[in-house]
């Protein structure tokens, strides 16, 4: 668990935190996110004392973090950086290792983990020796989200770990760490300016512009009605929309929805399955003009799914 | 797992490249020699066989002066590779001190201004450097090497700032990210990363070195500037020639062989 209490930072004359209040619980994944100089970067770096405050109060499992030496903390603190950073005449369990070989691990226990690691994160054993200039810029993230993962902290910090890739791989690297995460249950602070990256990884989605935090709350708390109009805008009128790619058929209660009936509509269609996203699910409905499209929940076992249930499933995140 | 798909299959490219370089490595490595062997060679050659091969060519060659070199060139090769290895040495060891310290204190301030200092003390001409250490530590090699060593820390002071400044600053972020302390980090990053261009100004020290060593014969140091100097005197190129040939192969021999040291391409 992750406090900050009326944090203040100054760069000179330039205030770049005016009075942060931030709780993330437990195994909670908090998203900041804001535009380009709102101060996200500033914020996640005090956490491990990269940036020092000029007043307030932090707290890294209710522990005052002012009280520790700064490589002693940083070392019990997963670190995942912008622009990745590998250690370029490490190999890949060179770098991954770094923080256990700090913290004296036995070697066989340090070989172990790194295997484990990237078994996690899909890079298969042989890269182990690699140089980080042998790996494209997807693998190359996987290896700073391993090498943050290594010490097995229980907090982690992320800014902007899936920057520098085509969408195609960034779309992969979210899945592979929403998996990680989904095992391993950290506390962890995630900063990015893409909002649908937000929406899919976020437990909670914190809202910052100009060194302030403007709104924060579940992902779908922002689908309703948004008061304030900075967070307004910068979320975008789409935001419903994307929010969609959160949640899948089955988190609509598909057991309570009432069995295709009739001929199913022309061939050649995508079959929507359990594990489709609501987003897919009304792509397809424009696709073809329908109101209602049927989705399998077993072999041959259709249910129907409306439009309506779209709207109301996102109605009833909005009030959460 | 979802993410093996999208790798490709690495583990067919690894098998193939790792069976490659067993292989072909001893050969590869010859080859690599091959250069600096040959420049060694000629070296030697030309130090132990100089003169068989001038009284072959005599009939040929203009009427000399009746005045011969009495050291044989194999004393003098040895002055001036000590010459050359003292000074470059030393020179080395402290430039690297004193480019770490400059590095370490990360002051701009204080490495502009060593920067600056390196660049300037470079333009100034060996030949008035030996001059000027002569009323400090009289005649002999010692001046020489006095005036070899503040010549060659400038280039490498010059270069291990500039390497260790080169580091991506995402690189460093994450030494002290991972909780690295700067003494860690000035080990296990800073060094192994700018050694490729501290290794650089070693090379120019050196080869700046081995040919500036020969104007130490104008002050009695020795080395191979004792027949160019005197067959400058007695108007005697084959004498010019005798001295500044192996010169030249020590200088190519020195650089390329830093240069096949340095290539990681193995």
Redesign the interface.
Known sequence: MIRLTQVFKAYGAQEALKGVDLEVPEGECAVLIGPSGCGKSTLLKTI?R?VGIDSGRIEVNEQDIAGYQ???????IG?C?????????FTVQDNIA??PR?LKWPESQIEVRVKALM??????D??RFKKPKELSGG?AQ?VGVC?ALAADPPVLLMDEPFGAVDPLTRE?LQ??FM?IQRALKKTVVFVTHDVEEAILLADRVVVMNQGQILDAGAPGKFAGEVEEPFVKSFLGSEYPLKLLRRYSAKDIGLALLPAWRGAMPESGRRLLRMDSSLKEILSEMMRHGLQEVPVEVEVDRYVRVSYEDLAGHLKEVSKL | ????V??GD??I??INSAAAPEQGKFARHLKKWLVPGLYALGFLLWIFFFDEGLSALSPWLPKRAALQMRTPLHVLAWQHFFMVAVSTSLAVATSLLLGSLVHLTQSAELKSLVLSVSAIGETVPSAAVIALSVPLLGYGNLTCMLALYLYAILPVVRNTIVGMETI??????????????RF?QFL??DI??AAPIILTGIRTALVINISAATIGATVGAGGFGVPIISGIRVYDPVMVVQGSVPVLFMAMFADKSLRVMTSNDI
């Open positions: 491990n990269m700064p490589e002693l903390l940083r070392r019990q670190y950086i912008q622009g990745v950073g590998l250690f370029p005449h770094v923080v700090l078994e996690m994160s899909g890079l298969p042989a890269y693998e996987r090498r992969r899945l592979a998996e | 797992m979802i993410s093996s999208f790798l690495p583990a490219d690894t991506a600053h995402s690189v460093r972020e994450a030494g002290t990210g991972m909780g690295m302390t860690q296990h990053i192994p990363l």
